[in-house]
């Protein structure tokens, strides 16, 4: 599928992905994490890549394989910076709450649900590749 | 999404309405959060009970109102569902926040 850089349209890819999931794998716990990573890869393909500014295509592809799913999101934006692509989670100290984080935990959550994360930009966009390992049913065509 | 506050003892209720708190509410919740801090209500039970699908940004927002409250207040959230709570734990949130079943025990800690 294909939409528009405005994050009103985030949901729809969450709740899209969500629906397969649970016929394919019938797990809840599983296709709300599966969610969780989609709709995350596509808020920072609007909020980072497109700057929050629509007009901007996000396209978000499934390949649904007998023991994967494969997930593509590309932009047209900027690219993820290097020093993003390693995210570690900051291990809060509930004391010190002038020090918490209050954003940058994107990448790390899709870092943590998915099995593989494959990063590049190419001729035609930014290429985000989530890989997760689950029992689809599906027989190779 | 919608925000409703009301006091209970010394704390205030604010209930969050909608099943999802996520990046294109963000904005809209905290500025009704934070204008709410800003006019000193600094013991905050947040109802979250109706929330079934959190992301980082709407995570980020709740910290963000943590902040805010400051060293003498506290926001706490009250019915946290077993989606939410997954991803407190998956970013280690958990134990930034003081989590309670319910708005009733939520308020309760607030005044003991």
Same mark, same amino acid.
């Given at each position: ?21 649970? /016929? ?10 599966? /969610? ?79 099995? /593989? ?25 | ?26 904005? /809209? ?84």
């Amino acid at each position: 599928m294909t939409i528009d850089s405005d994050l009103n349209n985030v949901a729809l890819v969450g709740v899209a992905v969500h629906a397969i999931c649970g /016929e394919l794998a019938r797990e809840e716990d599983l296709c709300c994490q599966i /969610e969780l990573a989609l709709v995350e890869a596509v808020n920072n393909a609007v909020i980072h890549a497109y700057e929050k500014k629509t007009g901007g295509k996000i396209s978000v592809t499934m390949e649904i394989l007998p023991e994967n799913l494969v997930f593509q999101v590309r932009d047209n934006g900027k690219g993820i910076p290097p020093n993003c692509l390693n995210p570690l989670c900051p291990e809060p100290d509930p004391e010190n709450r002038r020090n918490l984080q209050t954003g940058g935990r994107g990448l790390f959550i899709i870092s943590e649900i998915m099995d /593989e994360v494959f990063y590049r930009e190419t001729e035609e966009g930014n290429l985000l590749t989530l890989t997760k390992r689950i029992k689809t049913g599906t027989e190779p065509g | 999404m919608k925000l409703s506050a009301k006091r209970a003892g010394d704390a205030v209720v604010v209930e969050f309405t909608g099943t999802r708190l996520e990046a294109a509410q963000a904005d /809209e919740f905290k500025k009704k959060l934070i204008n709410l801090i800003d006019r000193n209500f600094r013991k905050i039970a947040l109802d979250i009970s109706s929330v079934t699908f959190i992301d980082s940004t709407g995570l980020g927002v709740l910290v963000s109102a943590l902040k805010r409250v400051g060293g003498e207040g506290d926001l706490v959230l009250a019915g946290v569902g077993d989606s939410v709570m997954k991803v407190l734990k998956l970013t280690r949130m958990d134990r930034v926040f003081k989590i309670y079943p319910d708005v009733r025990s939520a308020v309760r800690a607030f005044s003991g």
